[in-house]
């Protein structure tokens, strides 16, 4: 069954252009929307890279708090996408080999680069609790927020 992200849409790029509140607190505001919004959307956050490092910094994030707020280049989901430039999407976090457990409720994550000007300068990461539930439908809406996104940043 598709899913209909059109309202959610409209209501993230609201928060997103709020010149009123600092660029941090529209991102915090962002990820509390999605969890609260979608069912299977159990944690929700922006990574970002670090300076000239190689390594990704935790931003703001709905969910259980984490121990990951620092993550190497190509060390986890997170890490892998940080290198790959490309969506990843992990139907069962069970069968990754390079797999950072945040939580052991975890089941499924999907990890969307964010580009500004064509560089990957950071990510939103999906944990969800639900096996599997990430579609192609999941990949556009996440890649909508990124386009929104890197445009305050």
């Known amino acids: 069954m598709p ?16 010149d009123a509140i600092s660029v941090d607190e529209r991102l915090q505001t962002v990820c509390e929307i999605l969890r ?20 990704l910094i935790l931003g703001p994030y ?26 990843f999407v992990v139907p069962d976090v069970a069968a990754q080999d390079n797999y950072i457990a945040c939580s052991i409720n ?13 560089k990957n300068v950071g990510q939103i990461d999906i944990d969800s609790n639900t096996p599997d539930p990430f ?3 999941d990949e556009r809406f996440l890649e909508f927020i990124n386009s929104n996104v890197a445009e305050i940043l």
Not at 66 to 87: E, L, M, R, Y
Not at 106 to 118: A, Q, R, Y
């Open 3 to 18: 899913k209909n992200f059109s309202p959610l849409q409209k209501q993230v790029q609201q928060i997103i252009y709020n």
């Open 106 to 118: 975890v089941k499924s994550e999907i990890v969307v680069p964010l580009f500004v000007n064509g």
């Open 135 to 137: 579609t192609e439908e």
């Open 36 to 55: 609260n919004e979608i069912t299977y959307y159990d944690w929700v956050g922006f990574y970002f890279k670090n300076g000239d490092k190689e390594e």
């Open 62 to 87: 709905a969910g259980a708090p984490t121990d990951h707020t620092v993550i190497p280049f190509g060390k986890g989901i997170c890490g892998q996408v940080a290198v790959s430039n490309k969506n």
